[in-house]
């Protein structure tokens, strides 16, 4: 080869190599910014009260903590709502997003672009901040007598949450060939079946990365419960809120709360996370 195109590969190369490294350090630096509240809040967790004062990197680690946390009785009743919480939302949210996500792709209406219209108009509920209609929704659920009710919370979570699965789940239903659903409507199959056989195996991703987005949402949700709950109906995020008292706020006894109570979401995200990344990359960015 030529000496100066040897040359001019090899400075090529170094500047490469240069770059990789410039890219990989930015990355790493930001990587530990985002990861530094979590870590701070794992190590103040094997801390006492009286360590968590001055907040240092090296520290006799104890459980006593945990120990202290986990013997209050209140707080599996306050695990046991958030769960029961989760579960229910997550489900309810699919039972009514799946046929209305379908029908919202595949449905005939009188007027063309009505599909398009209702499907404008569940993704500007999303954008809706829980604060906006906190009023009027307390002011309803007192003439229901739903205040301080599981249920009352339970409605206010499908209600906020269809939307996001409907958003999700009708640019995968998109991606269903219509070739499939026109063939399978020649053959006599009707909606529900085309519904149940035909489009959810292949929409299966989405329906996966929808109902854990919205059990990932539900689980840390804070305002709502802490607004329509009273104390046996109130989730895991308000009994963590109430660490901050008049005294002061107990840094150790929160951490350690906090790192019990982001164990399921992410024990769930890790296992996961190939469907997750996947739903929320193809489904997401599509929408």
């Known amino acids: 080869m030529n000496p100066d195109k040897l040359k001019i590969v090899r400075r090529h190369n ?9 890219l990989s350090v930015f990355i790493f630096a930001v990587a530990i910014l985002y990861f530094s509240p979590i870590l701070y809040m794992f190590l103040t967790s094997f801390k006492t009260e009286h360590q968590a004062v001055s907040p240092r990197l090296f520290f006799k680690p104890t459980l006593d903590t945990f120990k202290l946390v986990l013997s209050d009785a209140n707080m599996f009743g306050f695990l046991k709502n958030s769960l029961i919480q989760v579960f229910f939302t997550t489900f309810a949210c699919l039972l ?8 919202l792709v595949f449905g005939k209406f009188k007027k063309r672009n009505t599909g398009e219209k209702i499907y404008v108009w569940f993704i500007t509920t999303i954008l809706l ?19 301080k009710s599981p249920l009352g919370l339970l409605v206010a979570y499908i209600g906020f949450h269809v939307p996001i699965v409907v958003w999700m789940l009708h640019s995968f ?38 109902a854990l987005l ?6 840390n949700e804070f305002f709502l419960g802490f607004n329509l709950t009273g104390n046996s109906t109130a989730t895991l995020p308000v009994y963590m809120s ?9 840094v150790a006894q929160l951490s350690a709360s906090s790192t019990i109570a982001i164990l399921p979401a992410v024990i769930l995200g890790w296992i996961t996370q190939k469907s997750l990344v996947k739903g929320l990359t193809l489904g997401a960015v599509k929408g």
């Open 242 to 250: 109430r660490f901050r008292e008049q005294q002061g706020m107990f």
């Open 96 to 103: 009514l997003a799946i046929p209305a996500s379908f029908v």
């Open 173 to 210: 239903f998109k991606d269903v060939p219509k070739s499939i659903i026109e063939a399978s409507e020649i053959d006599g199959c009707s909606r529900f079946r085309q519904l149940i056989s035909i489009a959810l195996p292949l929409v299966r991703t989405g329906i996966i990365s929808s």
């Open 214 to 219: 919205v059990a990932i949402f539900v689980w």
């Open 129 to 147: 901040p829980p604060v906006a209609v906190i009023i009027p929704l307390y002011t309803w659920y007192q003439k229901f007598n739903l205040i």
């Open 14 to 22: 170094l500047r490469k190599k240069i770059n990789i490294f410039l």
